[in-house]
């Protein structure tokens, strides 16, 4: 016994002697993901990979209480950490203890967990929550709209702070579940599929389930509470098609809008044979009440349109532009909100292909016309760097698409289409950024192409097109058939 204690001694004398390294203490997360437009957007220190909405709203009221399931992943050893949110927070769990949390400027909630979460640790986040979304600005105004009959939660970069905690950038995906009890004769529209039709909640009441099976952006999330005439159909390879119209519409508006809207899935079938296999699990689009959206957003799987697109009749440019984003800024997200070229200008140049495809003006057409008549301060904005202020202006769509025409003259279309169909599916479920997609036309073409795209994106100016063509362009062509329903739906696409 002596002898063991003399060695256990030793051994302990001995590994005293080691320096151990030291370890770091565990520090707060970070307001915001670094982006160069909005940098208190998103939070560091985790990674989002699942969202369960669960809400309860009151339309009269404009009410909301819910609870936010939020799966996480820390990726840094974790003091504390922030939530993107607005509404009025009753507790937050992580991990199955109460935590604190406090606020910091208009949209951050700082959770503080009773133990730290270790880089790599999963944790679950339990938020508890109520308010009158309405009331709540943030970034200098309130993004859910309220409407006669219901609410509308739309919106781009913004919304998710209205109804849901989130860590809100599109560089942090997630799937999502999302479940809206609303009383009896008020429908519930949301992303992807319905994998139940809607429950008894309680007496007078009835429960919404939706479910997104597909990484998406917080933003590309979205509620539409109201009365909707709901159509319901199935692809010939089983897809959900569910299409909403408000029932507020007026009679020549609906019309404009089914006539429209219900050939989405026609639309789909065209893209994919362009882009590639469509990237999601289902489809359709949801037409909101007059006067309550002055825009349009690809919001995943389905999108949402103003009753505006449909003024004067069917609009397909603008189903068109939304379903092409399905691919470009839905399945594929921007990195940073400064590359908003990705998304707006291949969706815009989507229009360009349907309307040769429909014998209304080639593509080529449509870019002479567009280069002719552009006014000066058209070229000032670069597209790829546009500023914040600007990621929704004219230069963003149109020169976006010029810019890809431009790059399809240059490459060739077999090598043009290949790239298109290569980038949807290489960054399927992900994010990309410009320097990217530049480096695969390259690969694909060959070519050296940092002179062309530094033209048409970064350079605030007008560029010049060498050869004959360009002495005809000085002269304005007539504007092809399809360019005034173009600049119709790009007129209310810009009112974001």
Do not use: C
């Not at 882009?275 to 489809?283: D, I, K, L, M, T």
């Not at 904005?381 to 600007?390: H, S």
């Not at 020169?399 to 290569?422: N, S, V, Y």
Request: proline residues 6%; negative net charge.
């Amino acid at each position: 016994m002596r002898r063991l204690l003399v060695a256990t001694l030793a051994t302990a004398l001995t590994l005293a002697g080691t320096a151990l390294p030291a370890q770091a203490a565990p520090t707060p997360g970070g307001a915001g993901l670094g982006d160069e437009y909005f940098p208190d957007y998103g939070n560091s220190g985790y990674d989002v990979s699942h969202y369960d909405v669960r809400l309860r709203y009151y339309p009269g009221e404009d009410r909301l209480t819910g609870t936010t399931t939020i799966l996480a992943a820390a990726t840094q050893d974790l003091s504390s950490f922030h939530l993107d949110f607005v509404l009025d927070v009753a507790s937050v769990k992580v991990n199955n203890r109460a935590a604190t949390f406090t606020r910091e400027g208009d949209h951050e909630l700082v959770v503080t967990p009773p133990r730290s979460v270790s880089q790599g640790q999963t944790m679950t986040v339990v938020v508890q929550y109520s308010g009158v979304p309405s009331n709540k600005v943030a970034a200098g105004y309130t993004a859910w709209t309220r409407t006669a009959d219901g609410a509308l939660a739309v919106g781009q970069p913004e919304i998710a702070w209205w109804w849901f905690p989130s860590n809100d950038h599109p560089s942090d995906k997630a799937t999502f579940d999302v479940s809206v009890a609303v009383p009896d004769g008020v429908e519930v529209l949301s992303n992807g599929v319905m994998p139940r039709n809607p429950t008894q909640d309680i007496l007078g009441w009835k429960r919404w389930s939706w479910r997104s099976l597909h990484p998406q952006a917080t933003y590309l999330a979205f509620l539409a509470i109201g009365q909707y005439e709901i159509t319901r159909d199935t692809t010939v390879d089983g897809q959900q098609v569910i299409n909403a119209y408000s029932e507020l519409l007026p009679q020549d508006f609906e019309d404009a809008a089914k006539a429209s809207v219900e050939r989405t899935a026609e639309v789909v079938e065209w893209e994919s044979g362009v882009f590639g296999p469509y990237p999601f699990e289902a489809q359709g689009g949801v037409v909101g009440p007059p006067g309550a959206l002055g825009f349009a957003l690809e919001t995943q799987t389905r999108s949402v349109y103003s009753s505006g697109f449909f003024r004067s009749g069917a609009n397909m440019s603008v189903v068109v532009h939304e379903n092409a984003h399905q691919w470009f800024g839905d399945s594929i997200s921007v990195e940073q909100w400064k590359e908003i070229w990705l998304n707006e200008g291949f969706a815009s140049y989507a229009e360009w292909l349907w309307s040769e495809e429909q014998g209304e003006g080639t593509t080529q057409e449509i870019f002479d016309y567009l280069y002719a008549t552009q006014p000066a301060d058209f070229w000032t904005i670069e597209p790829g760097d546009p500023g914040a202020a600007d990621i929704f202006s004219n230069p963003v769509y149109d020169r976006g698409a010029m810019t890809l025409h431009q790059l399809r003259l240059t490459i060739g279309d077999e090598d043009f289409f290949e790239l298109l169909r290569t980038w949807a599916a290489e960054h399927k479920d992900g994010d990309a950024n410009t320097a990217e997609f530049i480096a695969l036309a390259e690969k694909i073409s060959g070519q050296q192409l940092d002179e062309l795209f530094q033209a048409w994106l970064y350079t605030p100016s007008k560029p010049a097109i060498e050869g004959v063509s360009a002495l005809a362009r000085k002269a304005a062509p007539q504007a092809p058939k399809s360019w005034a329903k173009i600049q119709q739906t790009h007129e209310l696409l810009h009112a974001h």
